[in-house]
Protein backbone atom coordinates (compact mmCIF):
# COMPACT_ATOMS: atom_id res chain seq x y z
CA UNK A 1 0.00 0.00 0.00
CA UNK A 2 1.28 2.95 -0.69
CA UNK A 3 1.07 6.20 1.55
CA UNK A 4 -1.13 9.62 0.83
CA UNK A 5 1.34 12.57 1.46
CA UNK A 6 -0.79 14.23 4.19
CA UNK A 7 -2.99 17.17 3.73
CA UNK A 8 -2.08 20.26 4.53
CA UNK A 9 -4.57 21.93 7.40
CA UNK A 10 -4.81 24.96 9.68
CA UNK A 11 -2.97 28.02 8.48
CA UNK A 12 -0.45 27.13 6.38
CA UNK A 13 -3.15 26.04 3.76
CA UNK A 14 -4.35 29.09 3.22
CA UNK A 15 -1.64 31.69 3.81
CA UNK A 16 -0.99 32.87 0.35
CA UNK A 17 -4.26 34.61 0.24
CA UNK A 18 -3.56 37.32 2.67
CA UNK A 19 -0.07 37.88 0.83
CA UNK A 20 -1.90 38.05 -2.50
CA UNK A 21 -4.61 40.53 -0.74
CA UNK A 22 -2.40 42.82 0.79
CA UNK A 23 -0.08 42.61 -2.16
CA UNK A 24 -3.50 43.99 -4.66
CA UNK A 25 -4.33 46.79 -2.14
CA UNK A 26 -0.59 47.89 -2.01
CA UNK A 27 -0.59 47.79 -6.06
CA UNK A 28 -3.85 50.06 -5.70
CA UNK A 29 -2.54 52.56 -3.28
CA UNK A 30 0.99 52.64 -5.20
CA UNK A 31 -1.00 53.57 -8.68
CA UNK A 32 -3.51 56.21 -6.40
CA UNK A 33 -0.83 57.65 -4.79
CA UNK A 34 1.58 58.17 -8.41
CA UNK A 35 -1.84 59.62 -10.00
CA UNK A 36 -1.73 62.03 -7.70
CA UNK A 37 1.43 62.90 -7.72
CA UNK A 38 1.81 63.58 -11.64
CA UNK A 39 -2.15 65.07 -11.69
CA UNK A 40 -1.14 68.16 -8.75
CA UNK A 41 2.50 68.81 -10.60
CA UNK A 42 1.74 69.18 -14.14
CA UNK A 43 2.83 72.48 -15.08
CA UNK A 44 0.38 72.26 -18.44
CA UNK A 45 -2.64 72.07 -16.14
CA UNK A 46 -4.08 75.20 -14.38
CA UNK A 47 -7.13 76.30 -13.13
CA UNK A 48 -8.65 79.35 -14.26
CA UNK A 49 -7.78 82.16 -10.82
CA UNK A 50 -11.07 82.92 -9.48
CA UNK A 51 -13.39 80.84 -11.62
CA UNK A 52 -16.37 81.06 -9.31
CA UNK A 53 -16.11 85.00 -8.41
CA UNK A 54 -16.40 85.26 -12.25
CA UNK A 55 -19.06 83.02 -13.05
CA UNK A 56 -21.07 84.72 -9.97
CA UNK A 57 -19.79 88.11 -12.06
CA UNK A 58 -21.04 87.31 -15.57
CA UNK A 59 -23.53 89.71 -16.27
CA UNK A 60 -20.56 92.05 -15.73
CA UNK A 61 -18.43 90.30 -17.84
CA UNK A 62 -21.63 90.60 -20.89
CA UNK A 63 -21.41 94.19 -19.92
CA UNK A 64 -18.38 94.70 -20.29
CA UNK A 65 -18.05 93.30 -23.61
CA UNK A 66 -20.69 95.22 -24.91
CA UNK A 67 -18.71 98.70 -23.64
CA UNK A 68 -16.09 97.16 -25.51
CA UNK A 69 -18.26 96.86 -28.67
CA UNK A 70 -19.33 100.44 -28.49
CA UNK A 71 -16.27 102.09 -27.39
CA UNK A 72 -14.80 99.95 -31.11
CA UNK A 73 -10.81 100.05 -29.36
CA UNK A 74 -8.52 97.81 -30.90
CA UNK A 75 -5.35 96.07 -28.84
CA UNK A 76 -2.60 94.98 -31.30
CA UNK A 77 -0.06 92.55 -29.34
CA UNK A 78 3.00 91.78 -30.21
CA UNK A 79 5.53 89.46 -28.59
CA UNK A 80 9.09 89.87 -29.36
CA UNK A 81 10.59 86.94 -31.44
CA UNK A 82 13.23 86.62 -29.20
CA UNK A 83 15.14 87.33 -25.58
CA UNK A 84 16.82 90.16 -24.70
CA UNK A 85 20.25 90.22 -22.86
CA UNK A 86 18.17 89.86 -19.52
CA UNK A 87 16.34 86.66 -20.75
CA UNK A 88 12.67 88.77 -20.85
CA UNK A 89 10.76 88.88 -24.03
CA UNK A 90 9.49 92.14 -25.40
CA UNK A 91 5.56 92.64 -25.57
CA UNK A 92 4.03 95.95 -27.00
CA UNK A 93 0.53 97.00 -27.57
CA UNK A 94 -0.68 99.33 -29.82
CA UNK A 95 -3.98 100.76 -28.41
CA UNK A 96 -5.48 102.58 -30.88
CA UNK A 97 -9.87 103.93 -31.06
CA UNK A 98 -12.75 103.38 -33.35
CA UNK A 99 -11.41 106.03 -35.58
CA UNK A 100 -7.92 104.58 -35.08
CA UNK A 101 -6.50 107.36 -33.65
CA UNK A 102 -3.20 106.13 -30.31
CA UNK A 103 -5.18 106.03 -26.97
CA UNK A 104 -2.81 108.08 -25.25
CA UNK A 105 -2.52 108.08 -21.18
CA UNK A 106 -3.90 104.84 -20.35
CA UNK A 107 -3.27 102.57 -17.45
CA UNK A 108 -2.53 99.16 -19.14
CA UNK A 109 -2.62 95.90 -17.26
CA UNK A 110 -1.62 92.32 -18.49
CA UNK A 111 -2.91 88.84 -17.02
CA UNK A 112 -0.75 86.30 -19.62
CA UNK A 113 0.29 82.41 -20.10
CA UNK A 114 1.54 80.28 -22.73
CA UNK A 115 -1.11 77.87 -23.92
CA UNK A 116 1.39 74.41 -23.11
CA UNK A 117 2.25 75.71 -19.31
CA UNK A 118 -1.55 77.35 -18.38
CA UNK A 119 0.90 76.91 -14.24
CA UNK A 120 2.96 79.48 -14.91
CA UNK A 121 1.42 83.09 -15.39
CA UNK A 122 2.45 86.83 -15.59
CA UNK A 123 0.74 89.61 -14.44
CA UNK A 124 2.33 93.35 -15.21
CA UNK A 125 1.99 96.91 -16.22
CA UNK A 126 2.65 98.84 -19.33
CA UNK A 127 5.04 101.96 -19.82
CA UNK A 128 3.77 104.41 -22.31
CA UNK A 129 6.55 104.48 -25.06
CA UNK A 130 5.05 106.87 -27.64
CA UNK A 131 1.37 107.84 -28.50
CA UNK A 132 -0.80 105.16 -27.67
CA UNK A 133 1.97 102.50 -27.91
CA UNK A 134 2.48 100.74 -24.68
CA UNK A 135 5.84 98.19 -24.17
CA UNK A 136 6.54 95.86 -20.72
CA UNK A 137 9.54 93.31 -20.70
CA UNK A 138 8.85 89.78 -19.10
CA UNK A 139 10.76 86.27 -18.59
CA UNK A 140 8.29 84.93 -20.85
CA UNK A 141 11.12 82.29 -22.20
CA UNK A 142 8.85 79.57 -24.17
CA UNK A 143 8.23 80.12 -27.71
CA UNK A 144 5.19 78.99 -28.99
CA UNK A 145 1.29 80.69 -28.40
CA UNK A 146 0.50 82.95 -25.64
CA UNK A 147 -2.81 84.16 -24.21
CA UNK A 148 -3.21 87.91 -23.41
CA UNK A 149 -5.49 89.24 -21.71
CA UNK A 150 -5.66 93.39 -21.26
CA UNK A 151 -7.60 96.06 -18.76
CA UNK A 152 -6.98 99.59 -20.01
CA UNK A 153 -8.34 102.22 -18.19
CA UNK A 154 -8.60 105.75 -19.17
CA UNK A 155 -10.03 107.83 -16.50
CA UNK A 156 -13.50 105.94 -16.12
CA UNK A 157 -13.33 104.12 -18.99
CA UNK A 158 -12.07 100.17 -19.01
CA UNK A 159 -11.18 98.31 -22.04
CA UNK A 160 -10.63 94.80 -22.09
CA UNK A 161 -9.28 92.22 -24.42
CA UNK A 162 -8.50 89.10 -25.05
CA UNK A 163 -5.12 87.95 -27.65
CA UNK A 164 -3.95 85.16 -29.14
CA UNK A 165 -0.20 85.65 -30.45
CA UNK A 166 2.94 83.49 -31.01
CA UNK A 167 6.47 83.92 -30.97
CA UNK A 168 8.37 82.21 -33.24
CA UNK A 169 8.56 78.71 -33.69
CA UNK A 170 11.30 76.93 -35.78
Same mark, same amino acid.
Given at each position: ????? *?????????????? +????? +???????????? &????????????????? !??????? $?????????? @?????? &? =???????????????? @? @??? *????????? $????????????????????????????? *?????????????? @??? =????? &?? =?? =?????? !???
Amino acid at each position: MTEQP *AKRTGIRAWWPFPG +IVFAL +IGMSMTMATVTV &VLATNDPSFGLEEDYFA !KAVAWDE $TAEQTELNAQ @LGWKAD &V =TLAADLDGRGDRAVTV @L @LTD *ADGNAVEGA $TLEAFCFHNARRKETFEFGFTEIAPGRYS *AGQPMARDGRWTVR @LRA =TVGDT &VF =TH =TAHTWT !KVD
